[in-house]
């Protein structure tokens, strides 16, 4: 679920930013779009591979082999794997890049 709120999350932001671009052009809306794409696909394999060396496949085994009294916690368990984790480092990480690329004054300055 974790997982499918966060694609959701990307979808919404890349037809926002399309829209938002059109305005300049239509080119210029599938330029920014293609670079959602880029930084998603990108930073996901990156963040993929850092997230499975920093956790190793002992901790997920004790991760998800330890008993619970909580159902609670067993059903954050369940939904944060390590995609899921390396997603919402991804989110993250690409909200202060996209910060700057998109809603920063800066932009805006400098096309004046």
């Not at 990307?10 to 037809?15: G, K, W």
């Not at 293609?34 to 696909?41: G, N, P, S």
């Not at 496949?57 to 954050?76: A, D, G, V």
């Amino acid at each position: 679920m974790v997982s499918a709120i966060i694609f959701l999350i990307h979808i919404i932001f890349a037809i926002y930013v399309f829209f938002k671009n059109k305005k300049e052009g239509i080119s210029e809306g599938f330029l920014a779009v293609a670079l959602v794409i880029i930084i998603f696909a990108v930073g996901w394999a990156l963040l993929t591979l850092l997230v499975n060396l920093i956790f190793s496949i002992e901790f997920i085994r004790q991760w998800y082999w330890q008993p619970l009294n909580s159902y609670t916690l067993w059903k954050i368990r369940q939904e944060f794997t390590s995609d899921a984790i390396s997603l919402t480092l991804l989110t993250i990480c690409e909200s202060f890049i996209y910060y700057f690329l998109f809603f920063s004054e800066g932009k805006k300055k400098k096309k004046k």
